[in-house]
């Protein structure tokens, strides 16, 4: 069995984003495994072209890595089927986790709360009308980032239950608003946008994840669990928060 690496983004539909691009690249370097990179919108450089140009390349075995946070629709559904329409009987396909839980992801989290001025911390993830994992995911590390940030902390999300301006409006005083997402695309600027309109105090709005030493430091962490390159973890308790 040959294994190579694919490396799954989110995307655009109207271009190529060149987003997080510049972080596979460093990643590509870690491994000697032939190692790639698809988008799941759009039409250029798509899912399906990566996954082929692997099984052209002698690849029958493909780990695709999802540059996702929660597993909702694209990880559980488009990802898997696509790949499975894609690729030859001969070739074998494997889908790691989604990136909200990692160890990386939650320090970086952390790190931006424990920086941030006083006021009101609002995360806000994508989220999902489909799926109720990701909102269980987002309140339980939200519930640890209070603890251990002793700061306190709303959870909501753009789509689906917990709607951001619903839970904004709620907050008095100075607020800083955490954009959970490893992408400053549209919908991070029209969280931003609504929001500075719609409150009336001082509003702080932290940076995505986009080409972050946390995404980089996360995708890291998938490649070692995924046996792609050597794990240098001292201890089973390093691997999560």
């Known amino acids: 069995m040959t294994t190579g690496l694919l490396f799954v983004l989110h995307g655009r539909k109207e271009r190529i984003a060149p987003d997080n691009l510049t972080t596979i690249a460093r990643l590509q370097k870690l491994t000697e495994l032939p190692s790639t990179y698809g988008f799941l919108e ?16 002698g690849v029958t075995h493909i780990l695709a890595l999802p540059l996702l946070l929660f597993p909702a629709t694209h990880a559980l559904e488009d990802l898997p089927t696509r790949l499975k329409d894609c690729l030859p009987s001969t070739c074998t396909y494997e889908v790691a986790k989604t990136l909200a839980k990692t160890k990386a992801i939650y320090h970086g989290l952390v790190e931006k709360i424990k920086q941030a001025p006083a006021g009101q911390v609002l995360v806000v993830a994508h989220g999902t009308p489909h799926y109720e994992k990701p909102l269980t995911m987002l309140k339980v590390i939200c519930h640890q980032l209070a603890a251990d940030c002793q700061r306190s902390i709303l959870w909501s999300n753009y789509v689906g239950p917990e709607n951001y301006l619903e839970v904004a409006k709620k907050i008095t005083g100075p607020l800083v608003v955490v954009p959970f997402f490893l992408t400053e695309g549209h919908i991070v600027k029209a969280i931003t946008q609504k929001i500075t309109a719609t ?15 946390t995404l980089y430091l996360a995708l890291k962490e998938e490649m070692e669990d995924l046996g792609c390159i050597p794990s240098y973890s001292t201890s089973a308790s390093e691997k999560s928060f």
């Open 42 to 57: 759009g039409g250029h450089a798509t899912l399906e072209s990566g996954a082929e140009r692997l099984a052209a390349q």
């Open 199 to 213: 409150h009336r105090d001082e509003v702080t709005f932290l940076p995505t994840f986009q080409e972050s030493d």
